[in-house]
């Protein structure tokens, strides 16, 4: 299948700070990609989609300002989780489709301070 | 609204079948898939079916029926590594994809 890579794994910031996380299609070009967040034992909730050389389409109740995608190419699409506070603490996936099938990264766990 | 139902918890004992079943209400349907995920790693992809039917890989089955917006994976000779969360979804058309709650499998030795 598909592979996606996403870095870093786990990142430990203080409160204020802004964190980014990568996400890259290695084996196909992804010009669609989808960012998760995951609170333990619940299911993924899709934060947005990213889509290359164009603005991120958010879903409802997601903070454009707080959380910004920026899809530059087609293998790379980023999150950066700006000015992070405790309640932002949580487990970010991203994922890519290939074939109509989802790929996920291996995750983000973001603990803030 | 769109929804998709499946048991919360499973409980089976190693070498054993175990049917977790999907039901889904969805405004468009492309496909219905499956993904395990272990705690603390990320979903990995299972199986996909966009038509009726078996769709076999090893030790893992999946099964699709349109008409009664039903599907499920079957997990054949049970193994603790099987032990995990498993999330069906549905590609609704356009690049979205529904997931469900998730069922928690646990297995016995």
């Known amino acids: 299948g598909a592979v996606v890579s996403q870095h870093p794994s786990w990142v430990i910031c203080k409160s204020g700070t802004s964190v980014k996380i990568e996400c890259r299609s290695l084996d196909f070009q992804a010009t669609t990609m989808f960012w998760y967040r995951q609170f333990p034992k619940q299911s993924l909730m899709l934060m947005a989609t990213s889509n290359e050389g164009s603005k991120a389409t958010y879903e409802q109740g997601v903070e454009k300002d707080k959380f910004l995608i920026n899809h530059a190419s087609l293998t790379l699409s980023t999150l950066t989780v700006t000015s992070a506070h405790p309640e932002d603490s949580s487990f970010y996936i991203c994922?890519?489709?290939?074939?109509?099938?989802?790929?996920f990264g291996s995750g983000t766990q973001l603990s803030v301070l | 609204g769109q929804s998709l139902e499946q048991p919360s918890e499973v409980t089976a004992v190693e070498g054993a079948i175990v049917q977790i079943n999907c039901t889904y209400q969805?405004?468009?349907?492309?496909?219905l898939s499956w993904y395990q995920q272990h705690d603390g790693g990320a979903p990995t992809f299972l199986s996909y079916?966009?038509?009726?039917g078996l769709e076999e890989t090893g030790r893992f089955s999946s099964f699709l029926s349109r008409s009664d917006s039903y599907g499920y994976l079957l997990l054949q000779e049970l193994q603790m590594k099987d032990s995990a969360s498993y999330f069906c979804?549905?590609?609704?058309?356009?690049?979205?994809?529904?997931f469900g709650a998730g069922t928690r499998l646990f297995v016995k030795a």
């Open positions: 979804a549905v590609n609704t058309g356009g690049f979205k994809t529904i």
């Open positions: 079916n966009a038509l009726d």
């Open positions: 969805t405004s468009g349907f492309y496909g």
């Open positions: 994922s890519a489709m290939d074939n109509e099938k989802l790929f």
